[in-house]
């Protein structure tokens, strides 16, 4: 029995730290495809890649649901911001911004998620979280600003479009809210890939003059986004939640920003300062910090 714990925590280990991989290189690897496909194009092959392969995962195990109107409701609307709009502000970002700056300025999401879903469910805010957003947003703040108050550059453009990825990321977990306790997990995401899938597509129109043949390397990069990041990641992730709790796998979670930074700087040639290292850094306590508490 003992032996067993030990194996399934284990594998547990090895499973967030996988995620932990698969989803810090994910910056990277859109940066990398973002020389051959636009934006929209990007995220509308990797949500429908991933729909597929979980949609074979929901038939084998026989997890098809019907779901009432309402929550096909909801779950476009999830679909809409967490997806849509958040792989559209993201993919945009990572033009103009650098794969490690994108990854600090999305880790601070649980900070404001946790802000905005106390307005929502009227739980108290307590000293400790307000000492946390205030720590987080001085973060975000340097690495946003790290090279200057400059509006007009590309640079800056870029972060405030990550910004907008994590304004959008903090609504669609509140719209999820409604559903998480309902369904089983996988069917949920297997379900909304499906419907961004379809989301996307007046979307990608406009983009299809853009379009060029993949050389190989692009080619892998997207399998993996769609494969790795987007399928196998979030089966991995809930494997850890499992053996570890979901207080320890979000805590491995405050390393993406690290794994994107190596990635960018062996793989894309980026530099990192010690303005973006402090902002990271603050972001990072702030989470350790608040989830102490949570």
């Not at 550059?153 to 994590?166: D, R, V």
């Amino acid at each position: 029995m003992n032996r067993d714990r030990k194996n399934n925590k284990l594998f547990a280990l090895m499973a967030i730290t996988a995620t932990v991989i698969f989803w810090g290189y994910s910056f990277v690897s859109t940066k990398i495809l973002l020389n051959d496909l636009p934006p929209v194009t990007i995220a509308f092959f990797r949500q429908v890649i991933a729909a597929v392969v979980l949609a074979v995962i929901l038939y084998i195990k026989k997890l098809f649901v019907r779901m009432p109107a309402k929550d096909v409701f909801l779950l476009f609307a999830s679909s809409f911001f967490g997806i849509v709009l958040y792989f559209l502000f993201e993919n945009m970002g990572l033009k103009y911004t650098t794969a490690s700056n994108g990854s600090i300025i999305v880790a601070a999401v649980p900070i404001f998620t946790l802000i905005t879903e106390s307005l929502f469910y009227k739980f108290k805010i307590t000293s400790r979280v307000i000492v946390c957003v205030i720590i987080s947003i001085i973060g975000v703040f340097l690495v946003i600003f790290e090279k200057g108050l400059d509006f007009s550059s590309g640079y800056t453009k870029g972060n405030l479009l990550m910004i907008g990825a994590m304004v959008t990321w903090v609504i669609y977990t509140i719209i999820c809210k409604s559903l998480t306790g309902k369904y089983n997990g996988i069917v949920i995401t297997a379900y909304q890939m499906a419907a961004a899938s379809v989301l996307f597509i007046p979307l990608i129109i406009p983009e299809f003059k853009q379009w060029q043949s993949l050389s190989a390397y692009s080619l892998a990069n997207l399998l993996y986004l769609a494969l790795f990041c987007s399928a196998l990641a979030y089966y991995l992730y809930n494997v850890a939640v499992k053996g570890l709790g979901a207080t320890v796998s979000s805590m491995f979670l405050n390393l993406i920003p690290v794994v994107s930074i190596i990635g960018g700087v062996l793989v894309l040639g980026e530099t990192v300062s010690f303005i973006q290292i402090g902002g990271m850094l603050l972001i990072m306590f702030s989470l350790i910090f608040v989830r102490q508490k949570y």
